[in-house]
């Protein structure tokens, strides 16, 4: 799927948990998240936030992604290396974004009220990989790589 397809997908599914038709629970102790759809060609997931809660900075490994917040805001930090490193953006209820290959970020609720954002990959992921900022170098330095890794 292309990242236009991946986007158009995840504000559909966002018009289906506003209409009630996925429930979200909040879990204050971390984010909580089900697989809505694995066909093979794309896997979706949804997403509830509480507030604080992240996913730390990482990749979609062969994966391009795409979200969309169906509530709340997040705030996405993400690298940009030939913009001087990380770069913040807000997305707020309503907002859609595409991932590029190789595109590292960490998405983070710092609102007051809980968030509900809904993700989608193609290929499904099967890795995803996490990230530490090195400062004195301004690179990125490889924590570690996890098999099936959850959304972000």
Do not use: K
Not at 75 to 102: D, K, V, Y
Not at 115 to 133: D, E, F, I, K
């Amino acid at each position: 799927m292309s990242l236009g397809e991946l986007t158009a997908l995840t504000r559909r599914i966002a018009t289906e948990v506003r209409a009630g038709l996925h429930r979200v629970p909040i879990d204050p102790d971390r984010r909580w998240y089900r697989q809505l759809r694995d066909d093979g060609v794309v896997d979706v997931w949804l997403i509830g936030w509480a507030t604080g809660q992240s996913t730390e900075l990482h990749d979609h490994g062969g994966s391009l992604g795409a979200l969309t917040v169906v509530s709340g805001m997040l705030a996405e930090h993400r690298w940009a290396p030939h913009r001087g490193g990380i770069r913040a953006r807000s997305l707020r209820t309503g907002s859609s974004q595409g991932f590029r290959l190789g595109h590292v970020h960490d998405v983070v609720n710092h609102g007051v009220v809980s968030a509900v954002s809904v993700h989608a990959y193609s290929p499904p992921l099967t890795v995803m990989s996490y990230y530490a900022l090195d400062p004195g170098a301004a690179a990125l330095r490889r924590l570690r790589t996890v098999p099936d890794g959850l959304p972000g």
